[in-house]
């Protein structure tokens, strides 16, 4: 089965300079998340898309910019990379079950994008 | 009767008064949005739910799946705060619209 793509896998960029990470969801996943996993941390969200509107804003930096595509692949934008921006930056699709009552929202993540600021 | 039911239409608060939104429903969704509009503005996504609570700053949204029914909080307003504020629900495939509550926050 199909699983969340991000690309690149790995990433090495110099201070100040732009980046692009992005991400393709599971098909027919409509929600798409991001997390930055700082070394020896715990992943923090980020920022989230749902129908290509921007449904939750966590911890996210202003030099930071993403957004959902018409396809529902998403990109995240970062600008005048700092050393602290190294990370693992993951991403993350859903599809929100109708189903049930109490719509499931089960997150399934991709193998992340390393990015290395020097 | 429209399927999405907010209320009230028109609110006027002071600054720093705590603010309810409420918005009901009458159809199975998958979700629900709180969406902000300022005028002459875009729209903004505030929060998008399935089930429970989420808060963001001074924004609380909640959800009742059984009660179909969904609260926007405002805490601590501010007249930065005023803008029309529009639930959305999700339901087969396609999206319906409340009325919007206009809210106007004076200092």
């Known amino acids: 089965a199909a699983g969340v793509i991000q690309s690149p896998r790995h990433l090495i960029k110099e201070k100040r300079e732009t980046a692009t990470l992005k991400c393709y969801p599971i098909?027919?996943?409509?929600?798409v998340y991001w997390y930055q996993q700082g070394p020896g941390q715990d992943p923090q969200f980020l920022i989230s898309?749902?129908?290509?509107?921007?449904?939750d804003k966590g911890s996210i930096p202003d030099r930071f910019s993403a957004q959902q595509f018409s396809d529902y692949h998403s990109e995240l934008n970062m600008s005048s990379l700092e050393l602290g921006d190294s990370a693992l930056y993951f991403c993350?699709?859903?599809?929100?079950?109708?189903?049930?009552?109490?719509?499931?929202?089960?997150?399934?993540f991709g193998a992340g994008t390393r990015l290395s600021v020097l | 009767k429209n399927e999405v039911e907010q209320s009230p239409q028109n609110l006027t608060a002071q600054e720093g008064e705590f603010i309810t939104i409420n918005c009901s429903y009458s159809v199975g969704i998958s979700a629900l949005h709180w969406l902000q509009q300022h005028p002459g503005g875009g729209i903004v996504s505030l929060f998008m739910?399935?089930?429970g609570k989420k808060k963001h700053g001074r924004l609380i949204a909640t959800i009742n799946i059984q009660e179909k029914h969904s609260s926007l909080h405002i805490t601590a307003s501010h007249p930065r705060d005023s803008a029309v504020y529009i639930c959305?629900?999700?339901?087969?495939?396609?999206?319906?619209f409340g009325a919007g509550t206009r809210l106007t926050v004076k200092p």
């Open positions: 739910l399935s089930s």
């Open positions: 898309f749902y129908e290509k509107m921007q449904s």
């Open positions: 993350a699709s859903s599809l929100v079950d109708s189903s049930t009552t109490g719509a499931k929202n089960i997150q399934y």
């Open positions: 959305a629900v999700r339901y087969n495939n396609d999206m319906r």
């Open positions: 098909p027919r996943h409509d929600t």
